[in-house]
């Protein structure tokens, strides 16, 4: 495939008993480039995702990220080779404060993290509730303080797994805004069901279906492609 | 319970030490001048190291560890060993507890580097425990001699040697021994809380709250558990070997399923969100078993502690100090709002 692409998977499969949840994914993703994974519940968004930063092994198959073989590589040192991670529940410190949350982060690959944490808090708008503990936020702002952990990592590939889950209009507006601005410097990948949200974000997007990829193409020809519609966009389409 | 979130102590934290430790130094000569009072309470400080060692690892790492007496036995067991072939306590001293957490770290590497699941490390520790247990009581032939200690079986050493101050072969006496007990306690109670706000500390309470999380960030958890695990394993040790000078003998009873149920216990009454809540909870319950330990209700005594542990977990979920801090807090602040 493309000698630019940071992310690529070839024949990619992972099996939970009989079920394949992924069931053979060629995939690949260029540096600099904002992709949206789209696909009805159960198509294999998440399983994909978390092979590719180590939470689950791959039955079959084959992960390179900017050219090594990461197939087998533990989580944490897929997180130090720079690929940061949003899952689709909020993966936060539940029972420490927001800071330390962000702290943790940037304290990984920084002996004195403290102007990236300043740096992070003041970029998510999150100086007002710093010292809140996580657990007692709103799901909204648990995402957010997540995103900001993984922005604090600095990393080259950024996943985000349903970012504008459980926001409100506004704060979802504001969150495909930061992921424009964070696309400027960072590849991303974005799982979303929101339509809206994926117009204003999407330049190219990956449909998923039963573990494969349907089709692979602009927001603009995904939304009119009847295969899609059929599967999955069928009503949202449609309006 | 500001301990939990890893802030930093702040200035009258140092005070209450500090007056605390000089309290503790002075108390021998002014306050508790009946040599069986000091006795009594000197074991109080030994197994409030043991309940530390238990509640830092289950308290801030997520590590349930059933058999720290693993480590306090060996500890124990060690110094003993090493202090009668030597002739010497102040080597044997450290050299115990470098031994205990040598082992300490080939235990942990096996079942945090081979991934276990936090139960089957709490199983395997308990069952780590019965095995020196067991193993010690069936060393009571002649054959079994280390150096030129015979190991004695179930009946124990009762020859382990009292410690001398160093270079000068003078024996700790018992408030040399209560103040000894004392500073260590209060020692390790603030390294515990100073290691808190280091990053390995904030670090470790991380894992505690969200592994995958930890991991995720870049961090291998794998070798701060073991961390925390050495570092628990060398608190029992310590304690270990405190406890077989404060009782000049080691038996196999170290190592066994009581002892390791009582850590549990005294953790559990104590509240393991805070480091002062075990050493609490130590106190009360062996206190408790002290007092009715005289009253004659002999057999009932395990059913009457067994009753208490019940009442504290219904009563006060986060143990008996967190409950009881909250409480007054609570408390408090009804009064306060009463009065406007």
Known sequence: MSEAAIL??????????????????????????????????????????????????????????????????????????????????????????VRENVWLAARRANAKPQALVDEIMQRLDLGDI????????????????????????????????????????????????LIREVNRTTTMIVVEHDMQFIRQIATKVTVFHQGRILVEDSFERIMTDARVRDVYLGRQAAA | ???????????????????????????????????????????????????????????????????????????????TVLALNLHETTFSFFAAIGVTMLFAAVLGYFMIYGRLSDIYLSVITLVVTLIFEKAIKSTSGDQYVIGSVRLNGQNGIPTVPSLQIPWSGTELSFDGVFILDAVLLILVYAGLRLLLITPFGRVLVGIRENTRRIELLGYDSRRYKLGAFVIGGGIAALAGVLFGVWNNFVAPEMFGLKRAAEVIVWVIVGGRSTLVGPIVGTAIVQYLQNKLGTQSVGEWLPLILGLVLILVVLLFRGGLLPGIVGGVGWAWRRVRGDAT
């Not at chain 1, 949840?21 to 696909?39: M, T, Y």
């Open chain 1, 130 to 177: 710093a010292g809140r503990l996580v657990g007692v936020l709103a799901h909204g702002q648990r995402q957010w303080v997540e995103i900001g952990m993984v922005l604090a990592r600095k990393p080259r590939l950024i996943l985000l797994d349903e970012p504008s889950a459980g926001m409100s209009l506004e704060e979802t507006n504001r969150t495909a805004t």
């Open chain 2, 1 to 79: 319970m500001g301990a939990n979130a890893a802030s930093r102590p702040r200035a009258s934290w140092w005070v209450v030490v500090g007056v605390v430790l000089i309290a503790a130094i002075l108390a021998p000569y002014y306050l508790i001048t009946d040599i069986s009072d000091q006795i009594d309470i000197s074991i109080i400080f030994v197994l409030a190291l043991l309940a530390l060692s238990m509640s830092f690892l289950w308290g801030y790492a997520g590590i349930l560890s059933f058999g720290q007496t693993a480590f306090f036995g060996l500890g124990g067991y060690a110094y």
């Open chain 1, 8 to 97: 690529e998977t070839r024949g990619l499969e992972r099996h939970f008993g009989g079920v394949r949840a992924i069931a053979g994914v060629d995939f690949a993703l260029a540096a600099g480039e904002l992709r949206c994974l789209i696909g009805p519940n159960g198509a294999g968004k998440s399983t994909f995702f978390k092979m590719i930063t180590g939470q689950l092994r791959p039955s079959a198959g084959q992960i390179l990220f900017a050219g090594a073989d990461i197939t087998r590589t533990a989580a944490h040192e897929i997180g130090r080779l720079g690929i940061g991670i949003k899952n689709q529940v909020p993966d936060v410190f539940d029972g420490l404060p």
